[in-house]
């Protein structure tokens, strides 16, 4: 007979388990500046701003990309050139943090197409 709680047993049923998902209060931070730490607004929920359209776009102070961002970051991180830019033209009551820049898929595309062919 097997003891159902062996150390070998109970270590397999662990591995066996689905990854446990950090609760919502673990939000991640990041380093915005050397000591300064704003919450970061990360895939998961820039991917539901999308689906639910709660975005808004701004510009990249950095390299002048057109971008999108969740509408609740008082922060953009832009994906073309890393740097992290306040949002301009936003009231105090979006709630802050860093979301993460997205290119609208018309713009990247305008982008790449030769100047004779952009409208």
């Known amino acids: 007979t097997s003891d159902v ?29 050397p ?29 002048s990309a057109s971008l999108g961002v969740i509408d609740c970051a008082r ?6 050139c890393r740097s992290v830019s306040p949002i301009l033209g936003i009231g105090s009551e979006v709630k802050g943090g860093v979301g993460l820049g997205f290119v609208v898929q018309e713009e990247a595309a305008a982008a790449r197409r030769p100047t004779w062919q952009r409208r």
Not at 75 to 80: A, G, I, S
Request: proline letters at 8%.
């Open 35 to 63: 000591g300064v730490e704003l919450e970061l607004h990360g895939s998961h929920d820039t991917n539901d701003a999308i689906r639910m359209g709660l975005t808004r776009s701004t510009t990249c102070l950095e390299c």
């Open 5 to 33: 709680s062996s150390p070998d047993r109970r270590h397999r049923d662990q591995n066996l388990r689905a990854p446990q998902q950090p609760s919502p209060t673990s939000r991640k931070m990041i380093e915005v500046l």
């Open 75 to 80: 922060h953009v991180l832009c994906p073309c």
